[in-house]
T-cell receptor, first 109, second 116 residues
Framework: DAKTTQPPSMDCAEGRAANLPCNHSTISGNEYVYWYRQIHSQGPQYIIHGLKNNETNEMASLIITEDRKSSTLILPHATLRDTAVYYCIVHSGANNLFFGTGTRLTVIP | GAVVSQHPSRVICKSGTSVKIECRSL??????MFWYRQFPKKSLMLMAT?????????EQGVEKDKFLINHASLTLSTLTVTSAHPEDSSFYIC????????????FGPGTRLTVT
């Protein structure tokens, strides 16, 4: 699976949009972009995934560039409960997910 | 998505004893489950892939005789840490692989193991 690069940490004011970037310049044609998050001392939580089109669900939006080499996860109105480590993973098939170091998002009151 | 539970949520044991951790898929029949380990301030590291009815596949560096995995049914996989030592203290997390058109993983809440 392709490697991803994320900033180690970000802050966001409560109520504002949180935009988390991810670079995946070596992504291959059959790999999807997945986002998970892990709140302290809990298991990871699936957020969203996409192939090449932008996606939106009740939790977040995923914007994938046209060349698919990078993406952005958007939490439209961040709350204190969104403080977590966010993992961007590119993946295909039925094997395990490789978790990098992720981005530690801190939502500030 | 699938609902996954783990039991116990936290356990403290003495060095040299064995500890069993259960991972249950509550609403999905899981052919494949994964076991991860996470040390403080580190990311998740895959330990093994658990396949129902067959032997688990272990990652390099993970001792299969120390971390016994049993996936006897489509809803239950167990991880037994045998002869636990303080360095085995960690956060153990399982996940269920679903295959509803696209493979997705759903994770349990994790088990915090402390070996004294």
């Amino acid at each position: 699976d392709a490697k991803t690069t994320q900033p180690p940490s970000m802050d966001c004011a409560e109520g504002r949009a949180a935009n988390l970037p991810c670079n995946h310049s070596t992504i291959s044609g059959n790999e999807y972009v997945y986002w998970y998050r892990q709140i302290h001392s809990q298991g990871p939580q699936y957020i969203i995934h996409g192939l090449k089109n932008n996606e939106t669900n009740e939790m977040a939006s995923l914007i994938i560039t046209e060349d698919r080499k990078s993406s952005t996860l958007i939490l439209p109105h961040a709350t204190l409960r969104d403080t977590a480590v966010y993992y961007c993973i590119v993946h295909s098939g039925a094997n395990n997910l490789f978790f990098g170091t992720g981005t530690r998002l801190t939502v500030i009151p | 998505g699938a609902v996954v539970s783990q039991h116990p949520s936290r356990v403290i044991c003495k060095s040299g004893t064995s500890v069993k951790i259960e991972c249950r898929s509550l609403d999905f029949q899981a052919t494949t489950m994964f076991w991860y380990r996470q040390f403080p301030k580190k990311s998740l590291m895959l330990m093994a892939t658990s396949n129902e009815g067959s032997k688990a596949t272990y990652e390099q560096g993970v001792e299969k005789d120390k971390f016994l995995i049993n996936h006897a049914s489509l809803t239950l996989s167990t991880l037994t840490v045998t002869s636990a030592h303080p360095e085995d203290s960690s956060f153990y997390i399982c996940s269920v692989l679903t295959s509803g058109g696209l493979y997705e993983q759903y994770f349990g809440p994790g088990t915090r193991l402390t070996v004294t």
